[in-house]
């Protein structure tokens, strides 16, 4: 059996990038890099992940906790479209800040004649972007990379041939900020920008002399036997056949409710001693620096499919064009699996911001949606991945995220609604917005966000079993979210516990004279994350010393919480009545949380949701639904969950041709990463799942992965997972623990064949696996 080999992981191009979604990604949490790949002029866009507009500072709406009795009122006596009307007169706030672009590095290769044999291309493998070309029978080969250990984008220029040119280059800085140029120390470039201090209303972008981040890019170059110098704010180096640029940047953010450093000289300080160690390295030395660091995430994981067709010598662009009507390139598809890995590695490391709505890559003043951190989905589907396809480091910036909101959101939860614990609502920025921004209350106005980033904490010790973690971050801050839901609950007409107002995520229903609404109360999704943040609560404590009044509250509460609904049609219902839908193909399917994230649906359990949930998804996409990129991601994870590899694989294929950019990011449109993120997380869905304390294996194949190899997934329980397979069938699985643990495997519900230090034996049942101990499983 013949399997994708891993030097075939490489986007590559036959011409430079035309436009923004064509450049290749470049990233190591901290800085982000799109590399055009140009000849003569090369452009390299750049980002820093603390560059964003505005500055400290929360904008509560007192009005709100002074009108959330009234509406409440308005709501339980279904005058909803009236609630509606009110929550946007009087309980909505301001819009999120924006994150921002960094700047521009130009380099100008000055030479005379004309381009041939060109390629430029990503390696996932080494995290390193090529572009290659020949002039005059000389080729010119430029490597880049942003290392994590060293903080710098390093870029090697180097000349080939037996009649090698000495290199000539022009290399500037350029901002779309207000800014200016300097020389540094040792010949290097520094540009000293400002960012606004709002973007928030389009088309008006307002900077201040005296308020707002600043920032610094510096840049400098190394050669053995050229010159250096600094000439009409341009660095210029020539006289050598191979060059060094080393770049760095900073802003002067300190904490998200702290002022900036007003001390700027200490951005140009960190800078230079970035680039002076960096300095000490040659481009080789730095270059395995970043390899070690960035393969021992990236190698963890590898997925081999047999491709009967050789698409791979096609070019990326055209591999994509091809897929978009043949849809066979199945090695495509496991380069889509690990590019989504490869971006969540970049986008995202211990220390750094979490990754937003577009990772780290932003080229806009004025990003789509602020290019902020979504919490009604978005965020959260960003780290869908992080855990099953092994990057629980990369999981930790969204753990910092939740810990930061806990304080605003404190804040936000006791002056709105006078609650206990913590609340957030659909957007978050820098400076850790919690409050509700302007606009309809469908999406504006969903208190729920602190709920759903809390599953991310648990979801984490599931996999890591780190009682360290729960009992020090993830307990104390899933019982704030907890805190914040047992206060936001009440009564309702039916004596159950319900939220109130209450929405389901940006969608609305008709009301029974025929007004398209959003707020109600107990929606699925309000109570579906509580329902399960409580469950989880109770789980936790019983690791944990146990508050017997806490857990009790709790108790008693989960008791009393609306149930699933299922309407008259056979579907699981959104909203608390069975509402007619505004937009039956709406892209949010809010109400099938507790299918995919969640679990409280499966055919164990709930054999009749399972259906209910079947149901609400057919009829959402025979009206159209799943149309943008994101929401396409979560029909993938959705389907595999349900065990229908058809479907999974068809909404894969969908997301790969119709909702990806040749540089196979996510097209919402526009560009979102989320999709790539939650399509690598449902492929990864359809080869394991462990949501129901049990290990599946190839749960959702597709049968156009016929034959292949998986080695790396991670499962619940502290378990890694190697699988195999040839023909659809399972041939061997082999299963590592990193604890020592029960673990029960199982396939499509037939009898198999286990293999440990004990012997060979047939079961269906849980066996003890010793910690860093392994068992090998195969049909019976």
Known sequence: MEYTKKNDLKLWYKAPAEKWEEALPLGNGRLGAMVFGGTKAEKIQLNEDTLWSGEPGENSNKQANLTLDKVRELVFTGKYAEAEQLIESKMVGVDSEAY?????????????????????????????????????????????????????????????????????????????????????????????????????????????????????????????????????????????????????????????????????????????????????????????????DYQSLFHRVSLSLDNEQDYEKLPTNERLEIYKTKRDDIALEALYFQYGRYLLISSSRPGTQAANLQGIWNPFIQPPWNSDYTTNINTEMNYWPAEVCNLTECHEPLFDLIEDLSITGKKTAKELYGARGFAVHHNVDLWRMSTPTSGQASWAFWPMAGVWLASHLWEHYLFTLDNKFLEEKAYPLMKDAAQFCLDWLIEGPEGYLVTNPSTSPENKFLTYDGQPTAVSYASTMDMTLMRELFQNCLQAS?????????????????????????????????????????????????????????????????????????????YRLENGGGHTGWSCAWLINLFARLHDSKNAHDYLQTLLARSTHPNLFDDHPPFQIDGNFGGTAGIAEMLVQSHLGEIELLPALPPAWKNGRVSGLKARGGFEVTIEWADGQLTLAEITSTKQTDVKVSYRNQQIKIENKEGTFLTTNSIKVDRNSKIKVSLA
Not at 162 to 178: A, F, G, N, V, Y
Not at 550 to 577: S, Y
Not at 586 to 591: D, E, F, K, P
């Open 542 to 618: 019983k690791q944990l010393t146990s508050e017997e009044d806490f857990h009790e509250e709790v108790m008693d509460a989960l008791e009393c919480l609306v149930p699933f609904k299922i309407n008259k049609n056979g579907r699981l219902q959104e909203w608390i009545e069975d509402f007619a839908e505004y937009e039956p193909g709406h892209r949010h399917v809010s109400h099938l949380y507790g299918l995919y994230p969640g679990n409280q649906i499966n055919s164990k359990q709930t054999p009749n949701l399972v259906e209910a949930a079947r149901n609400s998804l057919t």
């Open 100 to 292: 921002q672009p960094l700047g521009d590095l130009h380099i100008e290769h000055l030479v005379e004649g004309d381009v041939t044999d060109y390629r430029r291309e990503l390696d996932l493998q080494t995290s390193v972007a090529l572009t290659e070309y020949k002039i005059n029978g000389v080729t010119y080969r430029r490597e880049a990379f942003i290392s994590h250990p060293d903080q710098v984008l390093a870029i090697r220029v180097k000349s080939y041939g037996q009649e090698c040119s000495p290199i000539s280059l022009r290399i500037h800085l350029d901002s779309l900020h207000p800014h200016e140029k300097n020389e540094g120390k040792d010949k290097s470039l520094i540009l000293r920008g400002q960012s606004p201090i709002s973007v928030k209303n389009p088309g008006e972008i307002l900077y201040d002399d005296s308020r707002g981040l600043r920032f610094q890019i510096h840049i400098q170059g190394k050669t053995n036997k050229g010159e250096i110098s600094i000439s009409d704010d341009a660095l210029e180096i020539s006289g050598d056949n191979e060059v060094m640029l080393l770049l760095t940047a900073k802003t002067n953010f300190t904490k998200f409710n702290e002022a900036p450093d007003p001390d700027l000289s200490s951005i140009e300080k960190q800078c230079q001693n970035i680039i002076t160690h960096a300095n000490l390295l040659d481009y080789e030395e730095l270059k395995h620096r970043h390899l070690t």
